[in-house]
């Protein structure tokens, strides 16, 4: 938070990815804090090489030190820093922290979610005709879904669903166990609903780290929203 909004280095890891000093230097200070707590835990990070090592171990630290860099950079508040814990292939801690936007947000595996003292829980929304989708712009076919106000971070989106203030999120193409782990277990503890865009299960520590796309609904809608997006998914 002492260096939001001031200007730094930053640059291109790949076409249209950006990364800033400030991603390196948190990826720094969270593996030396957290392989502290777990020595015998694995580690994956966007901001680490991945080492296949990680394979090997029952236990995994998934963790994207800033997500929602671009918003970071425009100095606007939709980043998180994004810790989860991963056993056997699934996540039993998440930590999304958002000082930017004064939040933090918790979950344990069969302990329930948490944005500060609150319990979360997902909506009853059980249509898809007005459900709420945070995006700045609809395809035609969703016309009938009603646009909120959209983070950069995909994490932060997710917890929107997670916390009712969202009714579904959808992304389909590849992307990172990073980006979604601690927000995956926040969401289930909430009681919504999530699966990959194909509406399968998701599983974590794989070999390419990745899942095609992330659906996160309120329980009610999530088996329309799939046959929704099947075409699209290319289930």
């Given amino acids: 938070m002492a260096r939001f909004g001031t200007p730094m280095d930053q640059w291109e890891k790949s076409p249209g990815q950006l990364v800033c000093e400030l991603d390196l230097a948190v990826n720094n200070l969270l593996r030396e804090r957290l392989m502290a707590l777990l020595p015998d835990a694995g580690w994956l990070s966007e901001e680490t090489a991945d080492n296949a090592?990680?394979?090997?171990?029952?236990?995994?630290?998934?963790?994207?030190?800033?997500d929602g860099t671009r918003d970071y950079l425009r100095g606007r508040p939709g980043w998180c820093v994004s810790v989860a814990l991963v056993e056997d292939g699934q996540p039993v801690v998440g930590v999304l922290a958002a000082p930017a936007r004064g939040e933090h947000w918790r979950a344990v595996a069969g302990q329930g979610a948490y944005q500060g003292d609150a319990r979360l829980a997902a909506s009853d929304h059980a249509t898809l005709a007005g459900a709420r989708v945070p995006a700045d712009v609809l395809p035609r076919a969703d016309r009938d879904f009603v646009t909120v106000a959209k983070p950069n971070s995909i994490a932060l989106r997710m917890a929107m669903v997670a916390a009712g203030q969202a009714d579904l999120l959808a992304t389909l193409r590849w992307g990172n166990e990073w980006d979604i782990a601690a927000a995956v277990l926040l969401a289930r503890?909430?009681?919504?609903?999530?699966?990959?865009?194909?509406?399968?299960?998701?599983?974590?520590?794989?070999?390419?780290?990745?899942?095609?796309?992330?659906?996160?609904?309120?329980?009610?809608?999530?088996?329309?929203?799939?046959?929704?997006l099947r075409e699209r998914a290319g289930a």
């Fill in 53 to 66: 090592d990680r394979l090997g171990r029952r236990r995994l630290w998934v963790v994207d030190p800033i």
């Fill in 189 to 228: 503890e909430a009681g919504a609903a999530v699966t990959d865009a194909t509406g399968a299960a998701l599983s974590f520590n794989t070999p390419r780290a990745r899942a095609f796309g992330v659906l996160t609904t309120a329980p009610a809608i999530h088996a329309a929203a799939v046959a929704r």
